[in-house]
């Protein structure tokens, strides 16, 4: 093995400081978290799964069901935007070599939505309606498609390595 021992005034200073860049990696993973959550944002507004694979379109039932609503829903916007809450719910948390990012916990159905859910996966819900009338409805009440709204597709990929590569050139240059 080859081991080269340095010593300069100038090297020194600037390897110990990369070594210490590189031992907290916070700043690259914040931008990536900035970086992740536009990126998903931009998912609920193409329909699309990171890859690019559009979402399966809303059923003919839940349009239905949607027209049934006081005042009824319109059928234009987007699929997962009604609201747009599952949407602007979405963050991320940062350690020193982490990030991770997704719906808030307030957004319980945020991973029904992810992976999809059959009917009555949740069980269902038994009782009387306000006309006193026995009634049984299982949870969900129909299949939910997954619709992938996080993750890394190859563009994210891509840009996540552009901005690792930003960081460490960043290093070298100060």
């Known amino acids: 093995m080859i081991e080269i021992d340095v010593t300069t005034d100038t090297l020194r200073p600037k390897l110990d400081e990369a070594q210490q ?3 907290d990696l916070t700043p690259l993973l914040i931008d ?43 059928p234009v916007a987007g699929v997962l935007r009604l609201t747009d809450t599952l949407k602007q719910s979405i963050t991320y948390e940062v350690g020193s070599d982490h990030v991770d990012w997704g719906p808030s916990s307030a957004t319980i159905y945020g991973a029904v939505m992810q992976f999809g859910a059959a009917q009555g996966q949740f069980g269902a819900r038994i009782g009387k309606d306000k006309n006193g009338r026995d009634f049984f409805m299982t ?28 960081y460490l050139e960043g290093l070298i240059e100060d």
């Open 21 to 23: 860049a590189l031992s």
């Open 32 to 74: 990536i978290g900035d970086l992740m959550v536009g990126r998903t944002e931009d998912n609920f507004i193409s329909g699309t799964a990171p890859d690019g694979t559009p979402w399966a379109p809303r059923s003919q039932t839940t349009i239905d069901a949607y027209a049934r609503r006081k005042p009824p829903v319109s």
């Open 139 to 166: 949870i969900p009440w129909g299949d939910i498609p997954a619709r992938p709204f996080v993750g890394i597709g190859p563009e994210d990929e891509s840009a996540i390595l552009e901005l690792i590569e930003e």
